[in-house]
């Protein structure tokens, strides 16, 4: 196995660190051969705040997916919170020489143009990301390579990271025996993890539901146009059933996942739990109830999304036709539906697709992020690789691929009894209908 065909993405959160190391095939795709999760350790909110411990902690995920793999890495693409993150969308023009075709100096010209901007010295750009071309004001060109025209005009979002959390991150994952090949913001990367070929042509908007932060990335026609994020996440909802609960967090993390819901009308209306505080009394409270506390949070989590989407782009159910949940706190039951009813747009879960290998261990929402550097790597400008979508068309072919989030509307039965396991994974292996309508959209939307 040669070192140049093995990819590694590091994804270091605020709950979890996780190592995905992927061997890219001739043709582009790739197959992903070992991960490694461990509970992340010294991170704050993305940010460093010990960085002993967060070197120890990503040094345990690497060796954990190094051992899956039999592979050891030498260096790997690190997933950057929003919140260490500035976005602009920058101008550029190019003037080309009468008679002459546009080619790619010149388009290079336009977007070191566009880069040209003064920014803070303690920024450092992290992604130069063109979108679309304009040829003599006719908008919307994605390739102007060939064209004829007077005048090219691109915009460019230019994505910087603080430079003192970047270090710190960079100096940890070097003390775990890392090279960085780049740092990519984590909501480009689970937007490139788990955007459909469709949704290619759409605006899309991808919230990444992290533990202590939510990442927002606005997507148009697959490119990144605005980023965000918002310093709240699936923590704060576990630290408000402590809080009310009077139990510790981790029992409190224990009641979320298993007997939580974002809408009091999706939890199980005939369960009741008994809660013992940490003062040794104990009181019932039921689902229904359970549900209330939690749904606020999120509540304040969608309108938080909704204030920065309105105020930068405009109201978001006209500026999007859609919007991806990707992070460990979207699989809180009821999340999608109370996005829905919050967006009034199609919201749908995101997991990683067009990959392949050890496709079970990286399926869920979780790992959109780690598995999106390994496609960031593989693709230009930040966009999704095309071989993404060919090897999707496999996947879809042989095994049946990840399904579209179950329907909403009708609760999710839970199980009265704590033992039972609430989560609603056995429709993963049904085909569904209109298997062949999906690969079929599949090459009418790409490009
Ligand atoms: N099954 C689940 N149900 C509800 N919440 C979950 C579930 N699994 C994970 N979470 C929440 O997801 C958050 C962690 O998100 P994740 O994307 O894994 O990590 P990070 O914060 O490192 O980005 C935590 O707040 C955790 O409570
Ligand atoms: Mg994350």
């Known amino acids: 196995m040669k070192d140049n065909t093995i990819v590694v993405g590091l ?8 190592t995905v190391i992927g061997e890219v095939a001739p043709n582009g795709s790739v197959d992903i051969i070992g991960e490694g999760s461990v509970p992340s350790e010294g991170m704050k909110r993305g940010s460093v705040v010990n960085l002993e411990r967060a070197t120890h902690a990503i040094r345990q995920s690497v060796q954990a997916a190094e051992r899956v793999s039999g592979v050891r890495v030498e260096s790997a693409y690190v997933s950057v919170g929003g919140n260490h993150a500035k976005a602009i969308t920058s101008h550029g023009l190019a003037a080309i020489r009468r008679n002459q075709e546009i080619a790619q100096p010149d388009v290079d010209r336009a977007i070191e143009n566009a880069r040209a901007v003064p920014l803070d010295p303690n920024l450092e750009i992290l992604h130069t990301l ?28 230019i994505v910087a990271g603080t430079a003192g959390p970047l270090l710190n991150l960079r100096r940890c994952v070097q003390e775990a025996g890392l090279r960085v090949d780049g740092f990519v913001l984590h909501a480009l990367a689970s937007g490139l993890a788990t955007l459909e070929a469709a949704e290619q042509t759409q605006t899309v908007v991808v919230v990444d539901m992290g533990g202590g932060t939510t990442d927002i990335g606005v997507f148009k026609r697959g490119n990144l146009a605005h980023s965000a994020c918002i310093p709240i996440g699936g923590e704060h909802v576990t630290a408000d059933l402590a809080q009310i609960l009077k139990i510790p967090m981790e029992e409190a993390e224990n009641v979320k996942r298993r ?15 008994e809660i013992t505080t940490a003062s040794g009394s104990t009181h019932a409270i039921s689902a229904f109830e359970l549900s209330r506390i939690i749904k606020p949070r999120l509540a304040e989590i969608f309108s938080m999304i909704r204030d920065e989407i309105d105020h930068t782009l405009g109201p978001v159910e006209l500026v999007a036709q859609g919007m991806v949940l990707t992070g460990g706190a979207a699989m809180l039951r009821g999340t999608v539906e109370l996005a829905r009813d919050r967006f009034r747009l199609p919201v749908r879960i995101g997991r990683p697709r067009g990959i392949g290998g050890l496709t079970d261990i990286v399926n869920g929402p979780q790992h959109a992020a780690s598995v999106g550097l390994l496609l960031y790597s593989l693709g230009e400008d930040g966009r999704v690789p095309p071989a993404v979508f060919r090897e999707r068309a496999e996947d879809l072919m042989v095994p049946p691929p990840a399904p579209e989030d179950p329907a909403p509307a009708k609760p999710a039965p839970v199980a009265a009894s704590s033992a039972k396991p609430t989560s609603q994974k056995s429709a993963q292996k049904s085909d569904g209908p209109g298997l062949m309508d999906r690969i079929r959209g599949l090459f009418k939307d790409w490009m």
């Open 259 to 273: 007997y939580g819901a974002a809408l009091p009308e999706l939890a199980d209306q005939d369960l009741t739990l």
């Open 11 to 18: 994804d270091i959160g605020t709950t979890k660190i996780t």
């Open 130 to 157: 063109p979108q679309e071309y304009v040829v003599d004001r006719q908008e919307g060109i994605k390739s102007p390579v060939g064209m004829h025209g007077v005048r090219l005009e691109v915009d460019v979002h």
